[in-house]
């Protein structure tokens, strides 16, 4: 008897100091490990900037286009309509789709200073779903993006670079996106 007598008073000794620590601002649900394990997976995965969540190949190659052509300043009008085309075309996209992927991609792009060390976190989550001619059509449109005024300024041949050593291609060919 004297038994029970302990493990019941231990119990509400515990009790009596969670309430208390509860009391004084301890909250109760970070000692509860499933619950700190959801919060950090969250965490990780919202925490980050969006441009470094994008998973569809699409979206990976219009963001890394529209950062070409912005590292240089100022994105003119004929660069606009140039871009528009290539999502219109390429990409497959009606006229309004492909101007609201540039809005989109202006907007991922505001806050990001360097881009060419942001473009492996871009890829990194995408890599996967990339098809080899998908990586071979990425690196060719930014080519073909940047040599649309005159030859790459040498912090576009080396994000384009960064992209080709991240997919590991040599040969550079059109491909087909879908």
């Known amino acids: 008897m004297h038994i029970v007598i302990g493990v019941i008073t231990a119990l509400a000794g515990l009790c009596w100091a969670l309430i208390a620590l509860q009391r004084s601002g301890l909250d109760l649900n970070e000692l509860n490990p499933f619950l700190w394990a959801r919060r950090r997976k969250w965490r990780m995965l919202y925490g980050t900037r969006p441009i470094f969540n994008l998973t569809k190949p699409l979206e990976v190659a219009a963001v890394l286009i529209v950062a070409v052509l912005r590292e240089e300043g100022e994105i003119s009008r004929e660069q606009k309509s ?41 890829i990194a989550p995408a890599k996967s779903n990339f098809t080899s001619e998908q990586a071979e059509s990425l690196i060719a449109l930014l080519k073909r993006v940047t040599a649309m005024e005159g030859p790459a300024s040498q912090v576009q041949a080396r994000i384009i670079e960064k992209v080709e050593s991240e997919f590991g291609h040599e040969s550079v060919q059109a491909g087909v996106w879908s």
Do not use: P, T, W
């Open 82 to 122: 140039e871009v528009l085309r290539i999502f219109g075309q390429e990409f497959h996209l009606d006229a309004g789709k492909a101007a609201e992927m540039y809005k989109s991609c202006l907007f991922l792009l505001k806050d990001e200073m360097n881009i060419e060390q942001s473009v492996q976190g871009i």
